[in-house]
């Protein structure tokens, strides 16, 4: 059954404001040949896309005479202000930008572990309401939110967690009260990274592929043919309960002691390098774990002109051992392909543990796994939200109007 003439319209209208969301300003001629429209049809739809204000004369192109074939149109950027969040246990991290994604501000806020749940939501949505000034922006159209805990499918709110602050659960019924048109949206942290690393960082060439989170706390997220699977309670990942050897117990429902978590978490992580006579100062407010891993990559590297430190070599090597451990459960149910290494521990040992997590892997697993450090660096989590924001947001603006 043919399309009605409408639904036609507004396919070819989402198909042109995809080409200039990825291509940049295009001329009508240009349009007409990544389309494949005819030209009457292309012309339709520049006119209507002018009219409802979603693209705008952006320039001329170089390569055309002056006149009405010139014209370069492009998606009018500030249509809309997007904000995205990356919401930590100590503090708070976020950027606005417009509807092309282009960052506009940027700011960041620590709130103790001693600031009660009203003072660390207003520390918050100031964080977010001068960020906002910044930018220029007097409304937010989307607003993105990173947390470090497991989302509810149905409702899509963060689930009660005796491991998190309260302030956190608050934060985005706050946000939504002080910006009552905008759409928020809250997504875990390990989820939001792979979203990153798949669209433009490690995992660029990849449909499937799971992302090791090695930080504060454990977590996995997993990506199978290009789509993210949260799975039914949105738990998918949750490898900080799996159990795994080397611990004095079992984790239990509400508890990850004795799991993975105990093993490859940030407290573990610090233990076994003081147990190697590893020490580091922090640098910022980089966690301490991610301090010790980051000196002990640079001690363990020839490039300092000498030999290797032995026993940052020994420390690396039993990190290694650990997480191939939980790597390899991963990979001998999912057979991802690819590994990605993320979180603060993660990112701080680079390519020097995804190599030994890789060698380690080949050991213990037929199924062959490439291990890749995060290319987003501590960015990741921010980058995901403010994707997962722009396309909810052009979902909405790029849609027809209803009749």
Known sequence: MPASPRTARAINDRLALDLLQREGPLTAGRLKQLTGLSRPTVADLVERLTVSGLIEVAGESGEQRRGPNAKLYGIVAGRAHL?????RTEGVAVLVSDLLGRVLAE????????????????QAVGLVERAAKGAGAERLHTVGIGVPGLIDPAGGELRDSGGLPEWHRRLMAALQERYPEARVGVENETNLAALAEQRDGAARDRDTFVLLWLGLGIGAAVVLDGTLRRGVSG???EIGFLPVPGTSGLPSATDCDGGFHSVAGAAAVAALAARHGVTAVPEGLEPHAAALVREAVRRSSTDRGGQPDPAAERFLDELADRVAVGAAAVVSVLDPGCLVLAGEVGRAGAGTLAARVQHRLTRMSPLATEVRPSTLGGGAVLRGALLTARDRAQDVLFAPPER
Do not use: R
């Open 107 to 122: 700011a960041s806020v620590p709130i103790g572990d001693g600031t009660g749940t009203g003072p660390a939501v207003e």
């Open 83 to 87: 904000a995205a969040l990356d919401v």
């Open 235 to 237: 738990g998918a990942g």
